[in-house]
């Protein structure tokens, strides 16, 4: 990666950490609250998900979405980049992207030899949706410190466990 790609990477990175985007709680219910710990760190994520109708499963929406909680720059800037992209977006919107993510993450963490120990494993590419990352492609930067992945995936496996709460 050129340094000024990288520059500029850094500055989306610390953007969303100085100032995060939709910080805050929502009332539960009806949101539903999920909560993350990455035990490594010390990250703590804690997220309130609306849904608009529950029983249209994938093709329900997002309508709310608030993150709380504390931790490396890393995990707060991957949970305040996470909130600002699937905000308003429907589940199958929002897992197609989290795939598209994780697997950004994890393709690289398997080409620098990471340990393997992935909570989901890595889809094949043929698997993995076309999706544009925008600013989460900042992030790409992580892979070069294998334990700093969990930091950014961490508010992501909050978010399907609170999509899978919301619609269950």
Same mark, same amino acid.
């Not at 910080?23 to 608009?52: H, K, M, Q, T």
């Not at 795939?99 to 120990?117: P, V, Y």
């Given at each position: 990666?050129?340094?000024?790609? $990288?520059?500029?990477?850094?500055?989306?990175?610390?953007?969303?950490?100085?100032?995060?985007? #939709?910080?805050?709680?929502?009332?539960?219910?009806?949101?539903?609250?999920?909560?993350?710990? #990455?035990?490594?760190? %010390?990250?703590?994520?804690?997220?309130?998900?609306?849904?608009?109708?529950?029983?249209?499963?994938?093709?329900?929406?997002?309508?709310?979405?608030? !993150? %709380?909680?504390?931790?490396?720059?890393?995990?707060?800037?991957?949970?305040? *980049?996470?909130?600002?992209?699937?905000?308003?977006? &429907?589940?199958? /919107?929002?897992?197609?992207?989290? &795939?598209?993510?994780?697997? *950004? *993450?994890?393709?690289?963490?398997?080409?620098?030899?990471?340990?393997? $120990?992935? $909570?989901?494993?890595? @889809?094949? @590419?043929?698997? !993995?949706? /076309? !999706?544009?990352?925008?600013?989460?492609?900042?992030?790409? %930067?992580? !892979?070069?410190?294998?334990?700093?992945?969990?930091?950014?995936?961490?508010?992501? #496996? &909050?978010?399907? /466990?609170?999509?899978?709460?919301?619609? &269950?």
């Amino acid at each position: 990666m050129s340094s000024g790609l $990288e520059d500029l990477y850094r500055e989306i990175i610390l953007d969303h950490y100085r100032s995060p985007r #939709n910080r805050g709680e929502l009332p539960v219910p009806p949101a539903v609250r999920a909560e993350g710990f #990455n035990p490594l760190c %010390g990250d703590e994520i804690v997220l309130y998900v609306n849904v608009d109708d529950p029983s249209k499963g994938d093709a329900a929406t997002v309508t709310d979405l608030r !993150v %709380g909680g504390q931790g490396c720059s890393i995990s707060q800037a991957s949970a305040s *980049m996470m909130s600002a992209a699937v905000k308003g977006k &429907t589940i199958a /919107q929002i897992r197609d992207l989290t &795939t598209a993510f994780k697997s *950004m *993450m994890s393709i690289h963490e398997s080409s620098l030899g990471g340990d393997g $120990e992935e $909570e989901d494993p890595a @889809p094949e @590419p043929a698997e !993995v949706p /076309q !999706v544009d990352l925008g600013d989460l492609e900042a992030l790409r %930067g992580v !892979v070069k410190f294998p334990v700093r992945i969990k930091c950014a995936t961490l508010a992501w #496996n &909050t978010l399907a /466990q609170g999509i899978d709460e919301a619609l &269950t």
